[in-house]
């Protein structure tokens, strides 16, 4: 298992890593699958807590296996969906529909399991996730990225928030006008978007390259959205 493999997008991985300076922090992996984040984070940064979820049961068994196989402690695991609120929808884990595992999806056509949804902030609310002061996150939900920021607006705007999340074509299939929902969510929340390197994006040129991505390219790159008022990380 992943004690034995090479870690999975080593330089994003290392650099929450670096990012997470204090113990006054968590670590929330949205669409966690085997533990290819979780794992080696929880394993250099032992005494924060991790919260992991996957509606993919065949994931979760995977990350049990590399819990027990790394004898982690800090790591705590949801079969939960994560968008803009509490609500059922389903979710297709069949690997014959998808290049791996990291490519299932939630839909809404009622393909594959129903499953439960719900978002980061009801999860504090009903005392699920217990926050600190930071709070790092990693989404990567094959184009329902939106539907979870939706959900995190009162986390956004309490904590001290730094989101990783990939940026890809799938997204854009998920929302109708999304450059104009996201253009608005990121001036309300006060957020700002930055590349690997820390260098400001702007939202406007993110949406113009992605559409300039050749059809067999589906990720544009990796980005990091962080709470204007909190940026000093």
Known sequence: MIRNLKIWDESMIYLIIKNIKENNSIFIDIGCNYGAYSIPISKIKNKIDVYCFDPSKKSLDKLVENIKLNKIQNIKYFKIGIGEKEKYSFFDDNLKNYKN??????????????????????????????????????????????????????????????????????????????????????????????????????????FSDIKKLKKDHEVLDNFILVNDNNSNY
Request: charge should be positive.
């Open 101 to 206: 595992s990291g490519s299932y999806q939630i839909n809404d056509d009622k393909r594959g399991t129903r499953i439960q949804i719900n978002s980061i902030d009801n999860l504090i609310k009903k005392k699920i996730i217990y926050p600190k002061k930071k709070i790092f996150i990693k989404m990567d939900i094959e184009g329902y990225e939106f539907f979870a920021l939706q959900g995190l607006i009162k986390t956004i705007n309490k904590f001290n928030v730094m989101i990783f999340f990939e940026f890809s074509k799938k997204i854009l299939e998920n929302h109708e006008n999304l450059e104009t929902k996201m253009s608005k969510f990121i001036k309300d929340n006060n957020l700002i978007i930055y590349n690997s390197n820390f260098v400001e994006q702007k939202l406007e040129k993110l």
